[in-house]
């Protein structure tokens, strides 16, 4: 082993999972589960009560879906009654609660598990892997994470690093991840465009690569957005065709979905290397007694007609990124490829059309983000240290009284940075305390951004200086003011989102109908509002 301690990197995806380590200066792939290079990100019980993780746990998903957790990634960090979790509440077979804190959470057999618990499991199993092949104990990572995540979901990440034993270094976003894949000591001077279309998010990041300064000019993405995706679209057209056929609907059979799941990714992967497929499943269903079998044949061109949609989209937003930083696409040098989904023959059609040059041959779409994690976490604190120049994806602010959202970080600022502002003074005057809401989030209005706590300071620190921080791994640290200097403040949660959102939304139906005159006369939701989140903090 290296004399110092050796650091891995991981990639922590929604279907596969990576661990990656250098020796040499080159990195590589640590074979996971059985001989493979990936380990599925799948986490189940079984029936005697085992916990199974990767491979094992993936293959009984057909007979024991309601206790195999799958997809969790699109889960982690997010809160049980946020808008993105209701969307996918029946798009799983397991059963999503409410957790401490208002986060989603699953059950298992009766039990709830936090997010970052279920993937603490995946990352674990990937430590005991590595430890195995490597020789050794590792107790560092560097952990990558889609770029388009928020604080909380980058918060539950390093929880579930730190879960599994991981001292996490770094959490590194995923396309910049593949970018040092592609471009560590070699020496280029390009602009490149990475476009990482994974199992469920979908990331683009332009950046441009001078020596080893890897810097980040603009992002975006869609944490709803992946493979996943491709493969409902297939499920969807599966069993409305059966259904027409049989008159037998599947939807409500779990065990029947599973492998129409199954299969329809399958097919899907298939169609990147011929051109016609047949999803065959015999004895799916019964009528009568009699096994019913499920025959539908599949072709690319009906698949892309299927979901040309999604490719669509992703290339909308590959389109307002650029137009964001002002950049014309003739000035994109190299198209990176990542994530499975990136192999779909029309994605890669349309790169060729959309961006006038092929997408570059030689990165590996499915290993480039965990070798760069890798090759980030060798290179920290040595002498020709990679320089990372990473942005922020989604601005950070604070709620104002009408509900809308005061600007402090904007989008595509680089980071580690700090923004300082003065305390507003309390929402109502004779308060003990002055309360920010904080918010991250791409509109302007609160009701539709991700509430990432509350800063609650007494009312005497009006006016003092308040820093927002982000740190090189783009987690927020907020610190305010005090006589001995700057201190750092933990945020409070006690409003959960749900309630924040429900008295916005009151607000705003209170204003849109019957403005609420104040006290000199206008129109102005301050007293409604704050007397709304009285109410909330009582007790």
Not at 163 to 186: C, H, M, Q, S
Not at 253 to 282: F, G, H, M, S, Y
Not at 486 to 496: E, I, P, S
């Amino acid at each position: 082993m290296a004399d110092r301690p050796r650091i891995v990197g991981i990639d922590l995806g929604t279907t596969n999972t990576l661990v990656a380590s250098v020796r040499n200066r080159i990195p590589k792939i640590v074979p996971t589960d059985r001989g493979n290079l990936i380990l599925p990100s799948v986490v189940a019980l079984s029936s005697k009560g085992d916990l199974l993780v990767g491979g094992v746990a993936k293959d009984q998903m057909v007979t024991n879906p309601r206790n195999t957790l799958w997809g969790t990634k699109r889960l982690i960090g997010r809160k049980y009654h946020s808008k993105s979790v209701e969307d996918l509440r029946g798009a799983f077979p397991y059963d999503i609660v409410e957790g401490p804190g208002g986060d989603a959470a699953v059950m298992l057999d009766g039990k709830l598990y936090s997010l970052p618990q279920v993937s603490s499991f995946v990352l674990s199993q990937l430590k005991t892997i590595a430890e195995q092949f490597l020789g050794g104990p590792i107790d560092a990572a560097v952990i990558s994470v889609p770029a388009y995540y928020n604080d909380n979901q980058r918060q539950a990440v390093k929880e579930a690093g730190r879960l599994a034993g991981f001292d996490v270094k770094r959490i590194v976003n995923e396309p910049t991840a593949a970018a040092l894949a592609y471009g560590f000591n070699r020496g280029l001077d390009q602009k490149i465009l990475v476009y990482d279309l994974g199992g469920g998010t979908f990331d683009v990041s332009v950046l441009h690569l001078s020596g080893n300064v890897f810097e980040v000019l603009a992002t975006g993405g869609d944490t709803f957005l992946g493979g996943a995706d491709f493969d409902n679209r297939i499920m969807e057209y599966v069993l409305e065709r059966f259904r027409e056929e049989t008159k037998v609907d599947l939807a409500e059979n779990p065990i029947a979905l599973q492998r129409i799941k199954n299969a329809a990714e399958a097919a899907k992967i298939d169609l990147t290397l011929i051109p016609n497929v047949v999803i065959d499943l015999p004895f799916i269903d019964e009528r009568k007694g009699k096994p019913l079998d499920l025959r539908i044949p599949l072709t690319r061109e009906f698949l892309n007609s299927l979901t040309g949609d999604l490719v669509d989209r992703t290339f909308d937003i590959c389109d307002r990124v650029l137009a964001e930083k002002g950049i014309a696409r003739s000035e994109i040098d190299e198209i990176i490829l990542v994530g499975g989904q990136s192999r779909m023959p029309l994605v890669q059609q349309k790169i060729q059309a959309h961006f006038g040059k092929p997408p570059r041959k030689g990165v590996h779409p499915d290993e480039c983000v965990a070798l760069g994690a890798a090759l980030l976490g060798d290179s920290l604190g040595s002498i020709d240290a990679v320089t990372l120049l990473d942005a922020l994806s989604m601005p950070i602010g604070y709620a104002l009284p009408n509900g809308r959202v005061k600007r402090i970080i904007e989008k595509n600022s680089l980071i580690p940075m700090v923004k300082s502002f003065r305390l507003p003074p309390p929402k109502e005057p004779g308060a003990p305390f002055i309360e920010l809401d904080i918010f991250q989030g791409d509109s302007d209005l609160m009701v539709d951004n991700e509430y990432l706590g509350t800063v609650r300071v007494p009312s005497a620190a009006a006016g003092r200086k308040i820093d927002f921080r982000l740190t090189e791994e783009c987690l927020l640290q907020v610190m305010v003011e005090e006589a001995s200097g700057m201190r750092k403040v933990d945020l409070a949660t006690r409003d959960t989102p749900e309630q924040l959102k429900k008295a916005l939304q009151e607000v705003v139906i209170k204003r849109d109908t019957q403005p609420v005159p104040s006290s000199n006369g206008t129109n102005d939701d301050r007293g409604l509002l704050s007397s709304i989140k009285s109410i909330f903090r009582r007790g």
